[in-house]
T-cell receptor, first 110, second 113 residues
């Protein structure tokens, strides 16, 4: 079957760095995506890693290791507005369907 | 921002009543999806569409039906709402290439009493 595992909650201090891990199990793997969702809002796309390695977009970076079935989202210089839920996800199953993890709720504290 | 609109944004109804949620897009995207989001479960796919009149079931389709008569509109219907269907419902669209982001509507908060 297809599954993703990520921690349910993470707390980090403003200005610090936090890493949110995601392990997955699937056949026909194409890549790993990350989405952000603020309370009461809609999920928004952050990044997609099709190849192994680190992709950087401003303060956010995403990493993928296909051999380890593992990825992570790295948030640097944390700001209070980064408090949100972060979902790892992968496309698969045809018709561009996406399977989402249950999400990691990040709380940034002063 | 992707042009995707959900209506209504909030709805309260009673058990046993029919409910229809609408998703409207202005992006001409082929793929459309309905998800429900519940605490501890993340986003779960209810139904999806890969073209006009082409739909299929997701992982939690029981009690739901969908229709897509035009590219821009994707309707989700609860034929006889139950309290277990109280949830936040999101519609999403996708351009159709692997890895392309899904763009979500603002969601519909549905309460069934």
């Amino acid at each position: 079957g297809q599954s993703l595992e990520q921690p349910s909650e993470v707390t980090a201090v403003e200005g610090a760095i936090v890493q949110i891990n995601c392990t997955y199990q699937t056949s026909g793997f194409y890549g790993l995506s990350w989405y952000q969702q603020h309370d009461g809002g809609a999920p928004t796309f952050l990044s997609y890693n099709a190849l192994d390695g680190l992709e950087e977009t401003g303060r956010f970076s995403s990493f993928l290791s296909r051999s380890d079935s593992y990825g992570y989202l790295l948030l640097q210089e944390l700001q209070m507005k980064d408090s949100a839920s972060y979902f790892c996800a992968f496309p698969g199953g045809g018709y561009q369907k996406v399977t989402f993890g249950i999400g990691t709720k990040l709380q940034v504290i002063p | 921002d992707a042009g995707i609109t959900q209506s209504p944004r909030h709805k309260v109804t009673e058990t046993g009543t029919p409910v229809t949620l609408r998703c409207h897009q202005t992006e001409n995207h082929r793929y459309m999806y309905w998800y429900r989001q519940d605490p501890g479960h993340g986003l779960r796919l209810i139904h999806y569409s890969y073209g006009v009149k082409d739909t299929d079931k997701g992982e939690v389709s029981d009690g739901y039906s969908v229709s897509r008569s035009k590219t821009e509109d994707f309707l989700l219907t609860l034929e006889s709402a139950t309290s277990s269907q109280t949830s936040v419902y999101f519609c999403a669209i996708s351009g159709g290439q692997v890895g392309q982001p899904q763009h979500f509507g603002d969601g519909t908060r549905l309460s069934i009493l």
